[in-house]
């Protein structure tokens, strides 16, 4: 198990922090280059860095200050310390502020208040408006536009935030502040113009957690769904979540004629286990789908919630490294019932539940507490935890150059297995050996999904800061992710006939299906999946 590595001594912090300000000036300047169309090189290196370094002098500046003034407020050194005495438990026991726990909570709800806009890079570093949603406040005032250029934002009874010094984590985390409900935002039009916009928070949809489906089409019709999160609606006692919503996407597809079901559950890091427990039940009839075990009690069964299932052919369940949580324990069940093919990389492994608690109940001091109270496991009784979900077909998994893993924390909860006499029927066995076979086959004869095996290996060694090895290692793994993108389809990529007709009056999330159709014609892992699951669907 892997442990924390801090810097020995000084000498050796002074070390690091000096090659991630190199690091950093390579990264600005390279962005600086393609802003102009060029190439970083060795020659127009010293024309790019000056105002690299400017830059990154002036953000570094800013985050001094902000580290300042967070240290001098009332309550910051005792707020550490709650923090710091809470990640001494396990990697998921957190102290939030009350803010923090509201922005938690936003990520669990399909709806959010937010000012109506999504936020990219343009080549230059610049943070500009990349789409704006319908009917949204940004939309409404009719003086905003995609491209805008974002200056800086001044909340209602605060000082102004310059954009330039934050990172994109920043300028989200300053946006969707659930403290702030009113700003002024400045920014520079296309055509030069500066102007400023006072915005209001209202609810709208989150896209986080927009749920997306797709019919792929060759000699059989597949569906493709993806899920990012398990959310649903708390401050609602019969509140739509995500299980709902996959149910009516699945209807949806099979008004199309679909014989079977991609569910892409990559990158899906969880949430409520009670959404999980329903989304179970549309594919399964009936009958224990895990176990459950809270600290101090003994072991409970968890169960299909309802009778009866909303899709019963084929079904793949795509996974990888960041799978985790309600995700493993979904991807899990349906392979304990032979339900579902599960494609991809081994899971995350965190088979732990938390639960918050209000500070107010037990001190004048307000805060929460998320503990983790409670384990998971298989209806076998064995556990997920640090092991995570082996898929019965592998595929490269470039997300593991990065170690996150349950397992790769010190002090998260060893794997532990239990005995609990839990009976269920599964299905009959799938074609896995068969499935495999002919997808390993194919695999090696994929350019594509070599690139991103070779990919992963790469972006797992530590990246050099000297200007020549910086720039051949970019060379190689921007043309390795060139020949991952040059996959091409053998299919049709369109939406459900329901949602070709509602995007005709809903441009917004027409343009946001377009660009995920885009994705999805470019991504080997899709492409695998879908042979994957035609030829079971023949085979059956």
């Avoid at 099979?254 to 969880?270: A, C, T, V």
């Avoid at 805060?367 to 997920?384: A, D, E, M, Q």
């Amino acid at each position: 198990m892997a442990s924390t590595r801090f810097a020995p001594d000084l000498a050796s912090l002074k070390g690091r922090i000096t090659r991630m300000l190199k690091m950093e000036i390579l990264q600005r300047a390279s962005q600086l280059a393609m802003a102009e169309k060029k190439e970083l090189s060795a020659d127009n290196f010293s024309g790019y860095e000056a105002t690299a370094r400017q830059k990154l002098r002036s953000r570094h500046a800013a985050d001094h200050v902000r580290f300042k003034k967070d240290l001098e407020a009332s309550g910051s050194v005792d707020m550490t310390f709650r923090k710091a005495i809470c990640n001494l438990y396990d990697p998921h026991t957190e102290y939030f502020s009350e803010t923090e726990m509201e922005a938690f909570n936003k990520h669990l709800r399909d709806t959010e208040k937010g000012f109506g806009f999504e936020v990219e890079f343009d080549p230059s570093g610049s943070p500009i408006i990349a789409r704006l949603q319908p009917g949204g406040p940004a939309w409404k005032t009719n003086l905003l536009h995609e491209r805008d250029i974002l200056i800086s934002l001044k909340p209602d009874g605060g000082a102004s935030i310059d954009f330039a010094d934050l990172d994109d984590l920043e300028i989200y985390q300053e946006l969707n502040d659930p403290a702030v409900s009113t700003a002024e935002l400045l920014v520079k039009k296309t055509d030069g113009r500066l102007i400023s916009v006072k915005l209001g928070k209202e609810k709208i949809e989150n896209i986080e957690n927009m749920i997306s489906s797709f019919v792929l089409t060759k000699d059989t019709k597949v569906g493709y769904l993806s899920l990012p999160s398990f959310y649903t609606n708390p401050e609602m006692k019969e509140g739509r979540g995500c299980a709902e919503d996959v149910a009516r996407e699945v209807i949806k597809l099979k008004k199309d004629g679909i014989k079977g079901l991609i569910l892409d559950l990559r990158y899906n890091g969880g949430g409520s286990l009670k959404e999980a427990l329903e989304l179970a039940g549309l594919f399964i009839d009936m009958g224990p789908v895990g176990i459950f075990e809270l600290k101090g009690n003994p072991p409970a069964t968890l169960r299909d919630p309802n009778r009866g299932f909303v899709y019963d052919g084929p079904l793949l369940v795509l996974v990888n490294g960041l799978s985790a949580s309600a995700s493993e324990f979904i991807a899990a069940a349906l392979q304990d019932y032979n339900r579902a093919l599960i494609v991809g990389a081994k899971t995350y492994g965190k088979a732990t539940g938390q639960e918050v608690t209000s500070l107010s109940s037990v001190t004048d001091k307000p805060g929460f507490v998320k503990i983790t109270t409670s384990r998971l496991y298989r209806v076998s009784g064995n556990s997920l935890q640090q092991s995570g979900v082996t898929p019965d077909i592998g595929l490269p998994d470039v997300t593991a150059f990065a170690g996150h893993r349950e397992s790769a924390y010190s002090n998260s909860l060893p794997a532990k297995n239990i005995s609990k006499r839990v009976y269920f029927t599964p299905l009959p066995p799938i074609p896995r050996a068969e499935l495999a076979a002919a997808s390993k086959q194919r695999s090696s004869d994929s350019e594509a999904l070599a690139s991103l095996t070779s990919l992963g290996k790469l972006l797992g060694k530590p990246m050099p800061v000297n200007l020549d090895a910086y720039l051949e290692r970019m060379k190689e793994i921007n043309a390795l992710i060139q020949s991952a993108q040059k996959t091409v389809p053998e299919y049709d990529v369109a939406s459900s006939g329901t949602d070709q007709k509602l995007h005709q009056v809903d441009a917004f999330h027409q343009q946001i299906s377009e660009r995920a159709m885009e994705e999805i014609k470019r991504s080997a892992y899709i492409r695998e999946a879908f042979f994957i699951l035609q030829r079971w669907v023949l085979i059956k």
